[in-house]
């Protein structure tokens, strides 16, 4: 393997942690590096005269030192050198002077995964810089010796391979050198009198180049200088390089205006360029997939990280990537890369004995164990896939046998743009590669077999206490940074023993091995399953929000597992299983923890009998009472239980009732139930949804109920759940319901300002689409959540209702007070109604009045009313003192 010279980096930076993860983040691209860390100016002088650094990093700001002044420092010292800034404070105003000062490139701290790409663009712009300066050096001797020795001229312009032109007005040929008509192969006669003849001879993609660089020089009367491919007179391609420069005087005088023109074929530099771009493009490529190989632990990654590698560091037009099965005689690509387009199904990959001899390029690279390099795919009349691999702009291809053990396992594939790409030195360089590629694969292949013994049961295929361990602690620190819950759940198969000892051994691990493909298939992903030993499995549920969500789940899978009857041969069997369940956080903040504590309330349920317990006892018994809760309000769904009752909403001038909030009851087996102890449940489980749609229809049907009789309806608001809202057919939900009702609808929906928060865009076109249908929308307990005032204006909102804990401390309580006046004033400098709720003394009516409160609600005008009794008050006037 080819070593890769160090690269020699200097870091300005007074943090030694921030220069560790600079210099990580360049390990982890491949680049071998030797550094050194300075933070002073003394420092940071010596370091750039004796370390000689190849690229300089430099925080912005330091204590002792400013990053500016070691960019000036290192202008004067060494300004060939590339000076990147990585600074964590850098803005854009900084940035820009700091690019404009002479800086390289800057990368932001927070951003380091970009700080590799910066620095290997500021070296290959240092090395073009440095190139392009002994270009022009080269030049600028030329032009010395043209000055002191004309008699050596045309020498050394031929030994240059220069010559020059003297272009006048009209770009008409005065004069020109006669290694010029040498330079090109012509005779002297044949040499062009005009730059438009010239022109002719240029490569038809490079002509307009040349006519903008002409003109823009004779437009500008400044020095120019073009690249262009010019043909010679054998017909061959010549790479040239032109630098036009006005002759000083002439115009200036009143004469004609000339230019010198100086020509140089650069054709085997260029050439010369191009072969060390191709070999540093396969070293990046070497260099990457030994990166690759240290890392990569599976063989599927490895497969597709080599074939994107040599796609986008090796710049190859397609890759890809195949292992031979000998079982069907053929190769299977397992990975691919590029401009691939189906091209690799077209390969004839079968190795045996019905491919033609010579045409078959991946039998021949495994037979012969060698690379079959094909440089001009266009002219190779035995490529029978030569029009397909143009049609992709394949023009050279390489199949790299992949040897183990001395025996061809795959081949690597790889197709280049350009023809004649790969020579002997690039051959040898990428055999290198396929050499490695070898060496990883069968190095993961032993790792995989070891990995898979020491963290696998070898019966079920299941992760073993060890894996899912590290599993766990993966989902609890996810769970932290979420912020969400999890259960661990530890189950065993009752009477297991007595299947082993009456069946045999075999049996009962064929019942184990159906138990966990039915576990399987319960969960969304196998690192959630873990067999412990025996007859004991664990499962992690990341989707438990608390411990009524946990013990759902659980009783889904089991019934999943254990409905059906398990067939062991000849027997069939039915079993059942207990479990212990232990909660994150409250049961431990770490997977061992909450194994061994999930364990301890499995060894519970054997004493007692449950089917299953959680660690902590009273948990089990909450989570009993809200399962039969959750089974008692289904029930009730089901026998209509659920009731509304109507609290009117009054003007606060008049005391007429301006509408009326339906509020949701359950009238149960005991007695009338409030909100407060089912509703929070009914969201949880989902059961709200059938719930809220019966209360949205229930309230539309009584309103027109109540206009059928003659009353003088008000407009009926519903509390709408955020579950509701989040919902993606509620618009058109609420539009089928308000279709059973009057027209327009006479409903309006209240919703909270933290629910419309979570979802700011996506919940203000709903609420826009309902304001269309002809619903008002009001925000229900304003003040208690969070929102924002720029979005709180842009809301299609009619109202804002004031929390009653605000209203019902506001006397008492100068803060509040302030806080309800500064309410009602921003509703109404939006144009929004304002509703107090919770009121229920006269004191409190008499001061909203005052503050210009719009309307009020709450038990001094009336209590929520079952309907016939709020018939009844509105047949009365709907009207109180």
């Known amino acids: 393997m080819t070593a890769t010279p160090s690269l020699r980096v200097l870091f300005a930076e007074d943090n030694p942690d921030d220069a560790a993860l600079q210099l990580r983040e360049l390990k982890r691209a491949g680049l071998s590096v030797v550094h050194r860390v300075v933070d002073s100016r003394q420092a940071f002088e010596a370091g750039v005269r004796e370390f000689a650094p190849d690229v300089i990093l430099s925080d912005f700001s330091m204590p002792s030192f400013d990053g500016m002044e070691a960019l000036r420092l290192a202008a004067e010292l060494v300004p060939d050198t590339p000076f990147i800034f990585v600074s964590a404070t850098l803005g854009e105003e900084y940035a820009v002077r700091a690019l404009r000062n002479g800086a390289t490139d800057y990368v932001l701290k927070t951003n380091l995964v970009r700080l590799p790409a910066a620095v290997e663009r500021a070296l290959a712009e240092a090395q073009t810089r440095r190139a392009r300066r002994r270009t022009e050096m080269e ?135 191009d072969r060390i771009r191709r070999l540093n493009r396969v070293h990046a ?163 995989e077999k070891l990995d898979y013994l020491a963290f696998y049961d070898g019966l079920t295929g299941l992760a073993n206490r060890t894996l899912f361990l590290e599993h766990l602690d993966q989902y609890i620190r996810s769970s932290a940074e979420s912020g969400a819950r999890l259960a661990v759940i530890v189950t065993d198969l009752e009477r297991f023993r007595a299947v082993n000892d009456s069946l045999g051994r075999p049996a009962g691990d064929a019942l184990l091995t159906q138990f966990s493909q039915r576990l399987l298939g319960g969960v969304s992903d196998g690192d959630q399953l873990s067999r412990l030993g025996a007859d004991h499995f664990a499962i992690v549920l990341p989707s438990a929000k608390n411990a009524l969500e946990a013990a759902r789940l659980f009783g889904q899978l089991a019934d999943a597992c254990l409905a059906r009857p398990f067939q062991v041969g000849d027997t069939e069997l039915r079993v059942a299983a207990k479990a212990g369940v232990a909660l994150y956080p409250e049961d431990g903040a770490d997977g061992a923890t909450l194994l061994r504590n999930a364990e301890t309330a499995l060894k519970r349920t054997k004493r007692t009998g449950d089917r299953y317990l959680f660690f902590e006892p009273a948990m089990t ?103 509701q809202l989040r919902q993606k057919d509620f618009v058109a939900l609420v539009r089928s319901i308000a279709g059973q009702g009057v027209s327009p609808p006479a409903l309006d929906l209240e919703i909270t300002e933290s629910m419309v928060m979570e979802d700011v865009a996506g919940n203000t076109e709903k609420l826009k689409a309902l304001c269309a249908l002809g619903l008002s929308i009001a925000i229900d307990d304003f003040g208690t959540g969070y929102s924002s005032l720029a979005y709180l204006a842009k809301l299609p909102v009619a109202a804002l209702k004031i929390d009653r804990s605000f209203i019902g401390t506001m006397l008492a309580d100068a803060n509040t007070m302030t806080l309800v006046s500064t309410i009602v004033s921003l509703a109404h400098s939006l144009k929004l109604k304002v509703v107090a709720e919770g009121v229920e003394s006269e004191p409190e009516a008499q001061r909203l009045r005052e503050l210009k409160c719009d309307e009020m609600q709450g038990y001094l005008f009336s209590r929520p009313l079952p309907g016939a009794e709020l018939v009844a008050l509105l047949r009365a006037g709907a009207t109180r003192p």
């Open 139 to 273: 030049l600028e001797i030329a032009r010395e010796r043209l000055r002191e020795r004309e008699a050596g001229l045309a020498r050394a312009q031929h030994l240059a391979k220069l010559a020059h032109v003297i272009t006048g007005s009209g770009g008409a040929f005065k004069t020109w050198s006669e290694t010029l008509p040498k330079l090109f192969g012509m005779e002297p006669h044949h040499v062009p009198r005009t730059t438009r003849e010239w022109l002719d001879l240029i490569h038809p993609e490079d002509r307009e180049r040349f006519r903008g660089a002409c003109i823009d020089a004779g437009t500008r009367r400044l020095r120019r200088d073009v690249d262009y491919r010019m043909r010679h007179q054998s017909g061959a391609w010549m790479h040239i390089r032109q630098v036009m420069e006005p002759l000083d005087g002439d115009a200036a005088a009143g004469g004609e205006e000339r230019w010198f023109n100086t020509l140089l074929d650069v054709t085997e530099h260029r050439q010369t360029q």
């Open 285 to 447: 490529v070497l260099s990457s997939t030994n990166s690759l190989i240290v890392r990569a632990r599976k063989r599927d990654e490895l497969f597709e990280e080599a074939c994107r590698i040599a796609v986008e560091a090796g710049r190859f037009r397609m890759a890809w990537l195949g292992i031979y099965n000998r079982a069907t005689r053929t190769v299977e690509a397992l990975a691919r890369h590029g401009h691939e387009e189906g091209f690799v199904d077209l390969i004839q990959l079968a190795v045996d004995g019905t491919v033609p001899e010579g045409r078959g390029l991946v039998r021949r690279a495994l037979r012969e164990r060698q690379p079959v390099i094909i440089n001009d795919i266009e002219h190779d009349a035995g490529f029978r896939l030569r029009k397909e691999a143009l049609a992709r702009g394949y023009r050279s291809a390489a199949m790299l046998p992949l040897i183990v053990a001395a025996e061809p396992i795959g081949v690597l594939g790889l197709f280049a743009a350009e023809p004649g790409f790969f020579d002997e030195e690039e051959i040898r360089l990428l055999v290198e590669l396929a050499g490695d590629i070898s060496f990883a694969l069968d190095h993961i292949e032993k790792a």
């Open 621 to 723: 018994q909450r989570v009993a009472e809200n399962l039969s809760l959750e089974n008692r309000l289904r029930r009730a769904l089901e026998r209509e239980e659920f009731v509304l009752h109507y609290q009117p909403r009054v003007d606060l001038q008049t005391r007429g009732v301006a509408g009326v909030e339906a509020l949701m009851r359950w009238q149960s087996e005991t007695g009338l139930v409030p909100p407060a102890q089912f509703i929070p449940l009914m969201e949880e489980t989902g059961l709200i949804l059938e719930v809220g749609a019966w209360a949205l229809r229930r309230a539309v049907l009584d309103h027109r109920g109540w206009l059928e009789q003659g009353i003088p309806a008000p407009r009926v608001a519903v509390n709408v759940s955020a579950v």
